[in-house]
């Protein structure tokens, strides 16, 4: 399983990027797939999920300002950072996993880079 991320870089705040997740193979493979991300000194934390029905999860602190989305045809997940802070700054990971027999198995993506700075 590979999952590549792309779209991390510099932002000034106020600003957007879009972040992608290109999956090998087929999407449906997984029930969910998601970004985290890890700032300095910090734990990785979950950012957005999406499932395989649709249904998203945000964390607080991007609600309104994030959008997870999916395109199933390019086996893609994308997560639109609108309204970026500088404390969105962070590695973003993308995770993919699935659940068999009640055990959950995670896939990870290489992190990408989100600066937010002016």
């Known amino acids: 399983v590979q999952l590549q991320a792309s779209g991390g870089g510099l932002a000034r705040p106020g600003g957007s990027l879009r972040l992608s997740c290109a999956v090998s193979g087929s999407i449906f493979r997984f029930n969910g797939i998601g970004w985290y991300r890890q700032a300095p000194g910090n734990q990785r934390e979950m950012v957005a999920t999406?499932?395989?029905?649709?249904?998203?999860t945000y964390t607080d602190s991007v609600k309104g300002r994030f959008t997870i989305s999916r395109e199933n045809a390019k086996n893609t997940v994308y997560l639109q950072m609108n309204s970026l802070k500088p404390e969105d700054t962070a590695v973003y990971y993308c995770?993919?996993?699935?659940?068999?027999?009640?055990?959950?198995?995670?896939?990870w993506g290489q992190g990408t880079l989100v600066t937010v700075s002016s």
């Open positions: 995770n993919a996993y699935d659940l068999k027999f009640l055990r959950r198995s995670d896939y």
């Open positions: 999406i499932n395989n029905i649709g249904t998203t």
